[in-house]
């Protein structure tokens, strides 16, 4: 039989991308449309106590413009929502610079546009403030979120601090980052009668559902279909349900017309999240011969004054490695900016700060960082005493070492040059929580004509879901690839939880796996329950399905294919599954940067990038690669580029765009080499052994190319990014 899982099949939806005929949300045709556009706040902190739209309103082409004084009610949904304690537009209260303030609607985008700079609203202002650095005081532990306690205490850390032979006390900062995906969000709202379809850019279609359907007055759950085929990026941006989505409804709802509204790049700065500005302090303490004696780890993270949420995790910190006393605590400041959210990879600013501090225990204990992290390896989770499921780790440091020849360097800081430029060698572990979450349900349809057509509301948010389910679903089935499709971003399918959290795989690959096996027991069912078949009589269990053929085990010569099977039967075979939680599962690696940094200029280029990674059971290289090539992308610009700067008087992001905010492009990338061990994960048996990966391969390597600029220049950088003037 053809080995379809583990085959590097090019992606399905590839050709519809770059031909220009996959339907994005904002693509929707729909005759009749009338765009919207947000109106935002000029300040941070106050209320409003007037505004006159009355220019606007005579503006041509414009249909209305809501403000808080006409805005439908909308109730605060529950679901997963990050609307947490007020929708825009319903009050006059102001929370952050941004916030939407009117809802311009109009006959055409350029008239909506216009009338929003004709509306005058003013405030009644207070100082905002907008820094970690000055609510340090102030700092609370929120009570426990999504990814569980923000503190945990397991030994003495004192203790374990005190027994160290060698310590290492330094404190990080990370800047606010913002997600820029190519494609802004986006929605589209058309009302028939008491039901409306969304066409929403989503990363979660059916937390969107729940909470569009929470949100406005008697409206059910089933009357709330969202579509979201494609998308163009996401990064966590479209994860949470925001509160354009909501609004964009209401006003639809409100004229009895389809409304379309795309944020701007610059209200993408503030209406859909980003990552929070982080403080990071490390204590670490260990024995001279490199034992972790003990680790406390204390961050501070933005959050605004009216929700609380961290989702910059330091999970890793927790159970990486074996360490017998350890103080992890998430701690919040409320500034007056707009809403954190997740960014991929969550656990990125924890393990920049643990993998850095690492980095410096490694000098402090002349001791090679590889050999550091080997001496503290783990095979249990520290916190239960139970067995990971799967974890080759010790193995990703050693192919991963060779891959990059880590035993040619020399450790010692300014050692290694060309020339008068620089070189630095710097590595990580990679490490990032995947599962725990609700999961997902799928169903497949077989027709007469031996095709399958499979189903679940999930997302392909560019990671390759249409094609690793499409593979699922045709080895399963046992049918040719071409023989099989796969249909998401629709929540007429089976319902799927967000495509977030590393969670995709391992839900909706497992839901695929079920129902597809249900399909398949069916078809044998009714071919060894056939007369005709000259598969009648045989146990089911002796029969297997491969390249469009059912065969009996043993008997090669005695098969039938499944297209004739299915034309005689006469009708469709159809399984259903309902979502079963994914259980938990931990993503690792080691990852290996190489620096070139120009002592008169003070420049950074990454030169060479390396990662070893087990993910469990590999089901499509190439997908799997451009995962952790991608990773690598937005390490470097973690690194090096990336922070978002805002006016410290007036709390409003200084440069919305992206000739501002500084991502990397092609000319800052070097040669990336991967590896995957392709180990299956016998905890993830339902997805085929295949563990979630995507966001592992961002979380070690920033430190690696933070590792490796020390070890050129001889200079510890602890306030990212990395820029000339800091290294000068």
Known sequence: ???????????????????????????????????????????????????????????????????????????????????????????????HSGQPVAYVVAGTLEQAQHAATLIDVS??????????????????????????????????????????????????????????????????????????TVYESAQGGHATRICVSEALEDLPLGNVRVLSPFLGGGFGAKGPVWPHTLLTAAVARELGRPVKLVLSRAQTFTSNGHRGEAHQRLRIGARRDGTLTAIDHVSTHQVTRTEQGIFSTSHSTRVLYACPHVHVAQRAVRLDLSAPSFMRPPESVGSFGLESALDELSYALDMDPVELRLRNHTAVDPETGEPFGSRHLIECYRRGAAMFRWSERDPRPRSMRDGSTLIGW????????????????????????????????????????YTVMTQIA??????????????????DYPFAFMSV????????????????????????????????????????????AGDGILYVTGEPRRRERIRTVLARHGRAVEATTDPVPIPPGYSVGAEFAEVRVDPRTGRVRVTRMAGAYDAGRVLNRRTLRSQALGGAVCAVGFALTEHT?????????????LSGYLVPVNADIP????VFLDEPDPVQQEALGARGFGETPGTGMTAAIGNAVYHATGRRIRALPITPDKLL
Not at 645 to 657: F, G, W
Not at 671 to 674: A, K, L, M, N, V
Request: with cysteine; net charge neutral.
């Open 1 to 95: 039989m053809s080995r379809i899982v583990g085959s590097p099949v090019p992606r399905i939806d590839g050709r519809a991308k770059v031909t220009g005929t996959a339907t994005y949300a904002a693509d929707a045709v729909v005759g009749g449309t009338l765009h919207g556009f947000l109106a935002t706040s000029t300040v941070a902190r106050g209320r409003i106590t007037g505004i006159d739209t009355e220019e606007a309103e005579r503006s041509a082409g414009v249909v209305a413009v809501f403000t808080h004084r006409n805005m439908p009610r909308l109730t605060r949904p529950t679901y997963l929502s990050y609307l947490k304690s007020s929708i825009p537009l319903q009050e006059t209260d102001i929370h």
């Open 123 to 196: 405030y009644d202002t207070r100082r905002p403030r907008s820094a970690v650095a000055d609510a340090l005081d102030d700092a609370f532990v929120p009570p426990p979120g999504l990814a569980g306690p923000n503190e945990t205490t397991r030994g003495d850390v004192a203790a374990g601090l005190a027994d160290a032979d060698v310590s290492v006390d330094v404190t990080y900062t990370t800047p606010m980052h913002h997600h820029n995906p190519l494609e802004p969000s986006t929605t589209t709202a058309v009302w028939d009668g008491g039901r409306v």
């Open 426 to 465: 710097g590595m990580a572990t990679a490490a990032h929580t995947t599962g725990g979450r609700p999961g997902a349900g799928a169903r497949v349809v077989l027709s007469t004509a031996g095709r399958a057509v499979v189903q679940a509301g999930t997302h392909d948010i560019g990671t390759g879901t």
């Open 474 to 491: 045709a080895q399963t089935l046992g049918l040719d690839l071409d023989d099989v499709g796969f249909e998401l971003g629709d929540t």
């Open 501 to 544: 959290a590393s969670a995709t795989v391992p839900g909706v690959g497992a839901a695929v796996a079920r129902a597809c096996t249900a399909a398949r027991r069916s078809l044998i069912g009714i071919a060894v329950a056939d007369p005709r078949s000259p598969l009648h009589g045989v146990a089911a269990e002796q029969v297997t």
């Open 645 to 657: 700067l805002v006016d410290p008087h007036r709390a409003r992001v200084v440069h919305p765009n």
């Open 671 to 674: 040669r990336i080499q991967t």
